[in-house]
């Protein structure tokens, strides 16, 4: 199963924007891209997922680089809510409901 | 709320105990999930039932044995349990069990193995 990388934490001041980073350097052609966070106490949150093509929902976006070998998601105003951990993660065509969840980014907002 | 609801939320048990958790969505979906986070390691995947059918058992000790009557409802019945089974066991549904499908997940149900 194709891994992911992710760095163990990252800091944000509240109202700016976070780029969150992933590196799936073996991912397939046919791997999707999918984003959950997890708040203190809670289940994992779906936030976005794509294939290819950048993508936005009201909560964040998705930039996939052309070669699909890294992916950021994009926090827009990062608010006090949005601290939690942010996981990214691959789901493949075969078996894709094997969702393997790493360590995942730990994201802090200061206020 | 993300339309699916596991009970209890928590649960204390002992060894020798038998308890069942109970996850339902309430969002038409026909896949559903059983996941398990230990403290300090990532969420790790249990079982998965498509269309009532179980399709994943990601070599998990006979002592969790899961039950999905409808697809609307996941049971996960516990007997015999360890210590080291005390965890948080979350349930997630989806509508297919493809790569481009998201997973809802519940709250979870905290278990604490005595």
């Known amino acids: 199963d194709a891994k992911t990388t992710q760095p163990n934490s990252m800091e944000s001041n509240e109202e700016e924007p976070v780029h969150l980073p992933c590196n799936h350097s073996t991912i397939s052609g046919t791997d999707y891209i999918h984003w959950y966070r997890q708040l203190p106490s809670q289940g994992p949150e779906y936030v976005i997922h794509g294939l290819t093509s950048n993508v936005n929902n009201r909560m964040a976006s998705l930039a996939i680089a052309e070669d699909r070998k890294s992916s950021t998601l994009i926090l827009h105003r990062a608010t006090l809510r949005d601290a939690a951990v942010y996981y990214c993660?691959?789901?493949?065509?075969?078996?894709?409901?094997?969702?393997?969840f790493g360590a995942g980014t730990r994201l802090f907002v200061k206020a | 709320e993300t339309g699916v609801t596991q009970t209890p939320r928590h649960l204390v048990m002992g060894m020798t105990n038998k308890k069942s958790l109970k996850c339902e969505q309430h969002l038409g979906h026909n896949a559903m999930y059983w996941y398990k986070q230990s403290a300090k390691k990532p969420l790790e995947l249990m079982f998965v039932y498509s269309l009532e059918e179980r399709v994943e058992n990601n070599s998990v000790p006979s002592r969790f044995s899961p039950e999905c009557p409808n697809s609307s409802h996941l049971f996960l019945h516990l007997h015999t349990l360890q210590p080291e089974d005390s965890a948080l066991y979350l349930c997630a549904s989806s509508n297919g069990i493809g790569s481009s499908y998201e997973q809802y997940f519940g709250p979870g149900t905290r278990l604490t193995v005595t």
């Open positions: 993660i691959l789901r493949a065509n075969t078996g894709g409901f094997k969702t393997i």
